[in-house]
């Protein structure tokens, strides 16, 4: 079954800086997602993604299958940005699913 | 909107006392899935409806139960509920298109926070 790691846990930056978070799994997948979470629970889809790179607005998420690596980019952050970032692929093995990181809690100060 | 809806957004129930969360749907996707969220970890999937196909999670305990009465409602039924029960349950939706399941956008409710007295 797949595994999934993101770095950093937690990342503190102040506005306007470039931030990146990173996911690398273990097991080839068909796509991956990108998801935030913020305080009160909902999750939003950011992006799906199974090759090259997508944009949508500052988010920037990119995918290297055969290193089986991910980043989430955002430019020009902003204290709305704060969130926990997760990733998660399909759990692979015959079972159904999504695997999630753990998550990357995001905090950006004015 | 199209959008996924939970409700409610926060319950509280007593142990052991039956409780049920609902979802509904306006996408009209035909994939429905329960997912569980305790405090600080990564979301869990308990099951998922793929049409009124129902699939459970091997590890999902047996006090967890399902019903998809039509397309677009899931319910999610805890008949005993335990204090490690309280978590947060988030209901997702994806359309199911020909290619590798799990490669489809998973489109999630805000969720419900169960706290168990």
């Known amino acids: 079954k797949n595994e999934v790691e993101q770095s950093p846990q937690n990342l503190t930056a102040q506005e306007g800086e470039f931030i990146t978070i990173n996911c690398s799994y273990s097991?080839?997948?068909?796509?991956l997602h990108w998801l935030q979470q913020h305080p009160g629970g909902g999750i939003v889809s950011l992006f799906m993604l199974s090759s090259g790179k997508k944009k949508h607005g500052r988010l920037i998420a990119t995918i290297n299958i055969q290193e089986k690596h991910s980043s989430l980019h955002i430019t020009a952050s902003h204290p709305r940005d704060s969130a926990v970032y997760i990733c998660?692929?399909?759990?692979?093995?015959?079972?159904?699913?999504?695997?999630f990181g753990k998550g990357t809690h995001l905090i950006i100060q004015p | 909107d199209a959008m996924v809806i939970q409700n409610p957004r926060y319950q509280v129930t007593q142990f052991g006392k039956p409780v049920t969360l609902s979802c509904s749907q306006t996408l009209n996707h035909n994939v429905m899935y329960w997912y569980q969220q305790k405090s600080s970890q990564a979301p869990k999937l308990l099951f998922h409806?793929?049409?009124?196909?129902?699939?459970n999670e091997a590890d999902t305990p047996d006090n967890f139960q399902s019903r998809r009465p039509n397309t677009s409602f899931c319910f999610l039924d805890i008949r005993s509920p335990g204090l490690g029960d309280a978590a947060m349950y988030l209901c997702a939706t994806s359309r199911e298109v020909v290619g590798p399941r799990w490669s489809n956008e998973q489109f999630f409710g805000p969720g419900t926070r169960l706290t168990v007295l």
């Open positions: 409806y793929y049409d009124k196909d129902f699939n």
């Open positions: 998660a692929v399909p759990t692979g093995g015959g079972a159904d699913g999504l695997t």
């Open positions: 097991v080839g997948i068909s796509a």
